[in-house]
């Protein structure tokens, strides 16, 4: 399978694709939502893994194009913020389920374990239907 994973941290970015490819995937991982939405126009891709909170355009940003440009693929949106007392993790609860309205196809809250990982893309790939061209309300 081919995946596109978007994240500005370099160390999650390194964890999900060192699993992913140990796990036969074929993996480009991205550290803007820029170069993200430009690597999902020249290369069809089988899911995109995106955070939502990124510098200068948002993982939301990135959802909405893709749903919005008719990009068939797999969504799984992440964010995080767990114990850190100061709003993060509201925040967080609340950007997933937005990234769920606007066509994420599954959301994982940071910090996911590797089995968690897994689980979410079989789900996600084998379960559902890739998108084609469905429109979202608010895309």
């Known amino acids: 399978m081919k995946i596109l994973v978007i994240d500005d941290q370099e160390d999650i970015l390194d964890f999900m694709k060192g699993f992913l490819v140990s ?15 430009a690597r999902s126009q020249l290369e069809p891709v089988d899911l995109v893994i995106t955070d939502i909170f990124l510098p200068v355009l948002s993982g939301m940003e ?15 949106a992440i ?9 993060r993790e ?15 196809d ?3 809250k940071k910090p996911f374990g590797l089995d968690e990982l897994e689980k ?3 789900t996600v790939c084998r379960e559902r239907p890739r998108f084609q061209g469905r429109q979202y309300a608010h895309a």
């Not at 796990?23 to 939405?37: P, W």
């Not at 990135?62 to 799984?76: D, Q, S």
């Open 120 to 122: 979410t893309i079989l």
């Open 90 to 104: 509201e925040s967080a609860n609340i950007a997933l389920h937005f990234g769920q309205f606007h066509g994420a």
């Open 106 to 108: 599954a959301v994982l």
């Open 23 to 37: 796990k036969g995937h074929h993996v480009t991982a991205v550290n803007t939502a820029l170069e993200g939405v």
């Open 62 to 76: 990135v959802i909405r194009f893709l749903r919005k440009n008719n990009i068939a693929t797999h969504i799984i």
């Open 79 to 87: 964010s995080g913020g767990e114990g850190s007392g100061d709003g």
